[in-house]
């Protein structure tokens, strides 16, 4: 098996993946959807948050060792990005969705050097719309992103596009499609409702389900 069918199978072991192609669910965006990701959920394993966080270290050290500092993305890449940089033994700060409104008014939480190689910690990746925007925060700051790892990923087109206009390398550690290779494998969706899946990635904000 390999890393990321093993992501998989564990994300859909403790439920942190939901998939229900006959009744979907509803997202912030208002897009209709036959799976749901809460990677949330995954903190309250030890073992798996163990293995999860082993993979994504195992990720940084060999595909970016010039990176100086780890930025999670708030809130729900926080945990993860302390806890690989705590394992790597390299300096950890978080980017708010805006400034602080008290205070000294931070966006950015911690300490950094200007021109520092940074690599982002983000727990999932939809259209890429959020994560790109703590990048930019980032560069505003004068720190150098050198890419982007993630728990999982829908792998959208226009996350894709927005990922490469932007130059900044994405490194997820598993994907819609390995989940649903996985989920079919495991019995927890049949054939046919996996093209309703297939169907559903392709063009997700036009997507009904039948």
């Known amino acids: 098996m390999t890393n990321e069918k093993a992501i998989a199978e564990k994300l859909l072991q403790i439920n942190a993946i939901k998939l229900n192609p006959g009744s979907p669910f509803t997202w912030a965006s208002g897009w ?14 030890p073992y798996i948050r163990e293995f999860i966080k082993s993979e ?7 595909r970016f060792p010039e990176a100086e500092v780890l930025a999670g993305v708030a809130t729900a890449g926080i945990p993860w990005g302390a806890m690989v940089a705590d394992q790597l033994k390299l300096p950890f700060i978080y980017v708010r969705p805006k400034p602080k409104e008290h205070g000294l008014g931070n966006q950015i939480e911690g300490f950094y050097e ?54 900044v390398p994405l490194i997820p550690l598993t994907t819609y499609n390995y989940l649903i290779e996985m989920a079919i494998e495991k019995g927890i969706v049949s054939e046919n409702q996996q093209q309703v899946l297939l169907n559903w990635s392709k063009d997700p904000a036009n997507w009904e389900a039948v």
């Not at 994504?56 to 060999?62: A, D, G, K, L």
């Not at 520092?116 to 004068?142: N, P, Y």
Request: hydrophobic share 45%; proline share 1%; aromatic share 10%.
């Open 32 to 45: 209709k959807s036959p799976i749901y990701c809460d990677n949330r959920k995954v903190l309250s394993f």
């Open 114 to 167: 200007e021109n520092a190689k940074v690599v982002v910690i983000e727990d999932l990746i939809s259209t890429g719309k959020s994560s790109l925007q703590v990048v930019d925060v980032l560069r505003q700051a004068t720190l150098e992103v050198s890419g982007m790892v993630s728990i999982f990923t829908y792998g959208f087109e226009v996350a894709r596009e927005a990922f490469e206009l932007a130059k």
């Open 56 to 62: 994504m270290c195992n990720v940084v050290f060999e």
